[in-house]
């Protein structure tokens, strides 16, 4: 975008949002708009914020690029960067440099069913699949299988909310699982009974039955979680390379340069920042370390 | 290749004109220890050095290197040409600058690399091996491109190999300090170079080296030298094609700040720590592992990430000689 790759654009804040205590959404668009007008991604992929003076951090983008004129970043406040970006508000404007990663391929699942496994947080980027999926139509039928801690926790609670009742007409199903109890998962769990439980993710798969050869499974979460939901899609025979999984590292330069990302061994290794954070099952039996 | 003739009179007065280029940094002995430092006297420099503390990366990715300055809420650009000559490079530090330009100069380009690295003018020298190198096993012992202008030392002079337009452009400029080459020259490089192919020490077996570490990855060897490693990181620092660095803002007064990068090495705890708390890299062994096996990674068009400098063998505190590791993690196969 820039003759200088680690030079940031600016971009204001539209809209702060509360998605859970920790977690808020923020809406952005890029104060010049020819930038706005280049600033194209596919699902999967992520920005660095650039908070001037203060640091840079990757994070994914969670809006769909179907819906242009903005963009939407999902932020847990977990370091000081988070915590500083947590007290800024609507017309303020940060730095973002992006979009970096190779996004999941979106053209080449077209015409099939889309598994989306998300593990909390791992919702955020997996919703960009799920939009534009959804809006673009291209797709047989989606699910959506969300494992999340607590009914506080859920993020885009409106949205899945909404999903759960109305999906169906948007070829779209909604499974929940949730680990702690209360009366509002209570309540949930009465309405959709057959669709939300008390549990962890993999308990969702329970009773699925898909059609391997037309299915691809998209998973984001916690690192622990990807053992667990890979097992449950190889027990039903999907191939290794229709399992992608969008991963975490430490990046500081978002394309290929500072080295912390790097996982793999003497024979095959990766940036996370560059080659992915996108990457098949089949390329993590290749790669070494890679979940 | 083009090859001329310096003989050794008029090696001061070669030395002098490429002040013209810009400033002049060449090997400099400070105790045990050489260092390139800016050199304005030939008589400065030790030319029969086996290897710098630092190598020539140095130049390219700065130990601490101010990337950005922040003015009025703006990033300014900090990308400065600056021409220099970095005289004296040996090969294996060449083919280390090779390894950096296929990850700094790869789309899209580092432009502080990229911009360093187009107003360089390098000149290699030739050397004599000691106990550490094993550059040989690797193939960096020569370096057939990569430098400007190569000088081998002859009984009488230097045998210049000409690598690059800029190379000759300058031989071309000193036209009447280089004389042709004669095929007694030709005969005392060659024998020069068949006696340096044969004073090597050290040697690492890289036949299959990739897959052998790949399958010996929970070889005990591993645990045994992470055990021994401090996890100082010195081997990182002084590594010719170790690269990661870590980015920091620091603010330099209340209206300016700026971005700095900075030297990262992989036996730190935070390099594979990521928000929230998770280590993809918790223990000593993860990192000392990782090390080797970016190490021996293999890229068909660069090589390995080594070159056999022996750089890291010489300056560990705790003793780990590189070579004996994988020797011994091989051993562990079998």
């Known amino acids: ?291 | 290749m083009r090859y001329i003739k310096l003989p050794a009179e008029n090696f001061e007065e070669f030395f002098n004109s490429l002040k013209a280029w810009g400033k002049v940094y060449g090997p400099v002995k400070r105790g045990n220890i050489h260092s390139f430092q800016e050199v304005q006297r030939v008589k400065e420099m030790d030319l029969y050095y086996n290897r710098t503390m630092l190598p020539p990366k140095k130049f390219f990715v700065r130990p601490r290197d101010v990337i950005l300055r922040l003015k009025n809420g703006k990033w300014e650009n900090g990308v400065k040409n600056e021409p220099f000559v970095i005289f004296g490079v040996h090969s294996c530090d060449i083919h280390g600058l090779k390894i950096l330009d296929k990850v700094y100069l790869d789309e899209p380009a580092d432009p502080y690399y990229k911009a360093r690295r187009e107003s360089a003018l390098i000149i290699g020298i030739s050397c004599t091996p000691d106990e550490y190198c094993f550059c040989k096993s690797l193939g960096t012992d020569f370096a057939m491109d990569g430098f400007d202008l190569f000088l081998h030392e002859l009984p009488d002079g230097w045998l210049v190999r000409v690598g690059s337009v800029r190379g000759h452009e300058i031989a071309w400029e000193n036209e009447e300090l280089f004389e042709e080459v004669t095929e007694e020259d030709l005969a005392n490089f060659r024998a020069f170079e068949e006696k340096r192919a044969k004073s090597f020490k050290r040697k690492l077996s890289k036949e299959g080296l990739a897959d052998m570490l790949d399958l010996a990855y929970n070889s005990p060897v591993w645990k045994k030298y992470a055990d021994i490693c401090l996890a100082c990181g010195n081997c990182n620092m002084v590594c010719p094609t170790c690269r990661c660095y870590e980015v920091c803002d620091k603010w330099l007064n209340a209206y300016e700040a700026v971005r700095e990068r900075r030297y990262d090495s992989c036996f730190m705890e935070s390099h594979g720590l990521v928000a929230g708390g998770h280590n993809f890299r918790p223990t000593r062994l993860d990192r000392f592992r990782h090390r080797y096996y970016c190490k021996s990674y293999f890229d068909p068009s660069a090589g390995f990430n080594c070159v056999g400098c022996g750089r890291c063998d010489e300056f560990c505190p705790a003793g780990i000689e590189h070579v004996k590791v994988l020797d011994e993690v091989r051993g562990s196969l079998q």
């Not at chain 1, 500083?84 to 730095?95: A, D, L, N, T, Y």
């Not at chain 1, 969300?146 to 169906?168: C, M, N, P, Q, W």
């Not at chain 1, 962890?200 to 499974?217: C, H, K």
């Open chain 1, 1 to 291: 975008m820039s003759e200088n790759p680690y030079v940031s654009y600016d971009a204001r804040i539209l809209e702060v949002k509360d998605l859970t205590p920790r977690e808020k959404l923020f809406t952005l668009r890029f104060v010049d708009p020819e930038v706005g007008e280049r600033f194209d991604f596919r699902p999967g992929q992520f920005v660095i914020v650039d908070l001037r003076g203060f640091g840079e951090f990757p994070i994914s983008i969670c809006s769909s690029p179907t819906r242009r004129g903005y963009f939407q970043l999902c932020i847990r406040k977990v370091g000081r960067m988070t915590k500083f970006i947590h007290r800024m508000k609507e017309g303020e404007v940060v730095g973002i440099r992006g979009p970096y990663g190779n996004g999941f391929p979106m053209e080449k699942m077209e015409g099939s069913n889309l598994i989306l496994v998300a593990g909390g947080l791992g919702m955020a980027p997996l919703r960009s699949v799920l939009w534009y999926a959804i809006d673009s139509g291209k797709y047989e039928h989606i699910w959506l299988f969300y494992g999340t801690k607590a009914y506080e926790d859920i993020l885009f609670r409106d949205e899945v909310v909404h999903l759960l009742k109305h999906g169906e007409a948007m070829n779209c199903s909604v499974k929940l699982a949730y680990e702690v109890e209360s009366p509002s998962c209570i309540y949930l769990e009465k309405g959709f009974s057959d669709r939300v439980c008390k549990g962890v993710v993999t308990d969702l798969f329970r009773g699925e039955e898909f059609d391997v050869n037309n299915t691809y499974a998209l998973i984001c979460g916690p690192p622990v979680m990807y053992k667990f939901v890979i097992r449950e899609l190889s027990d039903r025979k999907l191939s290794p390379g229709r399992i992608y999984m969008t991963l975490e590292r430490r990046m500081r330069c978002g394309i290929g340069k500072c080295g912390h990302c790097i996982v793999g061994t003497s024979t095959s290794i990766k940036y996370v920042c560059r080659d992915g954070p996108v990457f098949t099952y089949w390329d993590a039996l290749s790669t070494r370390g890679l979940i």
